[in-house]
C-alpha cells in the first residue's frame, strides 16, 4: 500500500493543501493545535472506517463551511487508484471515479494501521477496548465476521429484552430458546474468529515487544473467555434465573477479554507509563504484520504522536521497525525522527502544509 499524493480541501483547519509523499518515510512535525492528527486522520477515513477520535463525521467540515474533500492517488496491490472523500451532509466515497454505495467499500481497498494517543485505553481502559480492538482488525480482514458479530449482538438484545420477563412468565422460555440457541452459534464463531486472530498477533507481539523493551521484558497476549465456547449455550441456560434479576446477559464473548502481561504481571495494573505505551505500539504493529501475512501487502502506518514518553531506545526501535513500509508519523520536534536519516517532513503551521 503506497499513498503518493493528498489533496485536501476544508477538512478540519485544513483549507487547501496538496502534499506528495515519500515512499517510506513521512514526518509531519508543528507545534500544538496546527493540524497534524487532521492530515493522519484525513488519511485514515480513506479506509472507510469512523475517525480513530471517535468524532462525528459533520466535524470534519472547516467552521463556517457546508462542504470538505479530500482525495488521493494510493496504489494498492500493484494497482493505481484515485479515491475521493466527500463530507457534506453525509459522507460519500468515490473510487477511480465510480461512487461507492458506502465509504466502507473502501474497506480491503485501502488499508492502515493508525497509532494515536488513545490507543493506551487498550492497556489502561475496560474490556470493551480491547474486544473492540479485535473485532475491529478482524472485520478489516474478514468481512463476514462484522456480520456475525452484528447478528450476535442484536440476538443478545433480544434475550435481554425479555429476560426479566422469564422470573414471572416461565413461558417466555420458548423465546429464550430461540435466542439462546442463535447467541451460542454466533457466539462460538466469534470466539474462534478472536482466538485465531490473537494467534496470529502473537506470532509478532513477543519480539516486537522484547525488541522495544532491549530484550529485557517479555509480553504474552492471552483470550480470557467467561465460558467454554462448546458450552455456551448450557452456560445461558443455567444463567437465565439470575439474568432476570440483572437484565442483562451474562455469559458469552460480549464479556470477554484479553489479558495483557509483561513478564506475567498485568500490565493494567502494574506496567509504568512507558511499557503500557509500549504494549499498546506492539499490538498496532504486530496488526501491520498479521495484514501483510494475510494480504501479502504492508498497510499504510499512521503513527500520532508515538513518540512521546518513549526513552530513546524505544524511539529507535519503532523508527527501524517501520521501514520496511510506508509511514506516516506526528511530532512537535522533526529532529525525534529525522536523526535516523531518510523521508520527507512536512511543516503544518495554522492547517498550512510547507
Ligand atoms: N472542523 C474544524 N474546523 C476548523 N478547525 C478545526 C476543526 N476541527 C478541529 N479544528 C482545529 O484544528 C486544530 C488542529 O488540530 P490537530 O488535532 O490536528 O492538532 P495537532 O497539530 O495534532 O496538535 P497536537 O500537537 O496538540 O496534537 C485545532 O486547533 C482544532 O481546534
Ligand atoms: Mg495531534
Known sequence: MLVKK??????????????????????????????????????????????????????????????????????????????????????????????????????????????????????????????????????????NYIEILR??????????????????????AIMLDVFEKEISEKGVKIIEYRKKFLGMLNKYIPNIFSGLSGGREKIMAVYVANCDAILLGDELKKARKDDSFSGVTSAGPHRDDIDLLINGISARQYASQGQKRSVAITLKLACLSVLHEVSGEYPVCLLDDVMSELDEHRQNYILNSVRSWQTFITCCDPSTVTRLGGGSVFSIKDGGVF
Not at 479530500?70 to 453525509?90: L, V, Y
Not at 473510487?95 to 485505553?121: Q, R, T, Y
Not at 447478528?151 to 417466555?172: G, H, L, T
Open 6 to 143: 493528498i489533496k485536501i480541501k476544508d477538512f478540519r483547519n485544513i483549507k487547501n493543501a496538496q502534499i506528495e509523499f515519500d515512499p517510506q518515510m513521512n514526518v509531519i512535525c508543528g507545534e500544538n493545535a496546527q493540524g497534524k492528527t487532521n492530515i493522519i486522520e484525513s488519511i485514515w477515513l480513506f479506509c472507510g472506517a469512523k475517525s480513530f477520535r471517535g468524532a462525528k463525521d459533520s466535524s470534519f467540515i472547516r467552521f463556517g463551511e457546508k462542504r470538505a474533500e479530500t482525495q488521493i492517488d494510493f496504489i494498492s496491490g500493484g494497482i493505481e487508484h484515485s479515491a475521493k472523500m466527500i463530507f457534506d451532509e453525509r459522507r460519500a466515497a468515490v473510487l477511480d471515479d465510480k461512487n461507492l454505495k458506502s465509504p466502507g467499500e473502501l474497506a480491503g481497498i485501502f488499508n492502515a494501521v493508525v497509532f494515536s494517543p488513545a490507543d493506551l485505553s487498550l492497556v489502561t481502559g475496560g474490556p470493551e477496548k480491547r474486544r473492540r480492538f479485535l473485532d475491529l482488525f478482524i472485520g478489516q480482514i474478514y468481512p
Open 151 to 172: 447478528e450476535y449482538a442484536r440476538a443478545v438484545m433480544q434475550r435481554n429484552r425479555i429476560i426479566k420477563d422469564y422470573k414471572y412468565d416461565p413461558s417466555v
